[in-house]
């Protein structure tokens, strides 16, 4: 099993509309989430942090359960610069203490 | 501020080639890293360095060395260049080595082995 799984979409979504990735981690000993956005043949670049009560980022907002060892990035009133390719990034504390990224979600914000 | 650069942007080696991969940062940033991205796998670390003179190794280290002499460069040398090392490498450095500080991503070097 993977250490960090995202759905690789393409997620193909009318602008306007609200989009939901999750991201799944197996580590319990995951500290630290972030999600990283990066645009074609691009470097990734921070897009949040993940904080355990939530939070948002104007139109973005990311939710953390530990629980099910899931987060999430909800994207509301796409816009077409909205596509790009979603990292799902943890932060695993021992071993190395290094970070774990996801393959990513690519979104595809159409007229 | 340039942030975090990188050279060669593009790059084709023939197997059993030498070359190193150059990065500078001009933030003072302590901690540095080298990653590679794979179709299908997410990016995986290289090496990383937590300041000038220490270096230590990530995920992938094989075929891979590093140094660090001074704090703003970290330049990455594939001692023989196989196809298997055909990927995008990008450089990364953030304030401090903690990792729950953003990771400031250098534009990546394109590189094929033939």
């Known amino acids: 099993r993977k250490e960090v799984e995202q759905d690789p979409g393409p997620f193909n979504v009318p602008e306007g509309a609200t989009v939901a990735f999750n991201c799944t981690y197996s580590?319990?000993?995951?500290?630290?989430f972030f999600w990283y956005r990066q645009d074609c043949r691009k470097e990734p670049k921070l897009l949040m942090s993940?904080?355990?009560s939530g939070n948002e980022d104007g139109r973005f907002t990311a939710q953390l359960n530990r629980a099910s060892q899931y987060i999430s990035l909800l994207i509301r009133d796409s816009k077409l610069s909205d596509s790009a390719t979603y990292l799902c990034?943890?932060?695993?504390?021992?071993?190395?203490?290094?970070?774990?990224f996801g393959t990513g979600t690519q979104l595809k914000v159409e007229l | 501020n340039a942030g975090v650069t990188q050279t060669p942007k593009f790059q084709v080696l023939k197997t059993g080639q030498s070359m190193t991969l150059q990065c500078a940062q001009d933030?003072?940033?302590?901690?540095m890293s080298w990653y590679r991205q794979d179709p299908g796998m997410g990016l995986r670390l290289i090496h990383y360095?937590?300041?000038?003179?220490?270096?230590d190794q990530g995920e992938v280290p094989n075929g891979y060395n590093v140094s660090r002499s001074t704090t703003e460069d970290f330049p990455l040398r594939l001692l023989s260049a196989a196809p298997s090392q055909t990927s995008v490498y990008f450089c990364?450095?953030?304030?401090?080595?903690?990792?729950?500080?953003?990771?400031?991503f250098g534009p990546g070097t394109r590189l094929t082995v033939t």
């Open positions: 360095s937590v300041g000038a003179g220490i270096t």
């Open positions: 990364a450095s953030s304030i401090q080595g903690t990792l729950d500080y953003e990771q400031y």
């Open positions: 933030m003072n940033h302590e901690y």
């Open positions: 993940v904080y355990s």
């Open positions: 580590n319990s000993a995951s500290q630290s």
């Open positions: 990034v943890v932060r695993v504390t021992g071993g190395g203490n290094k970070l774990t």
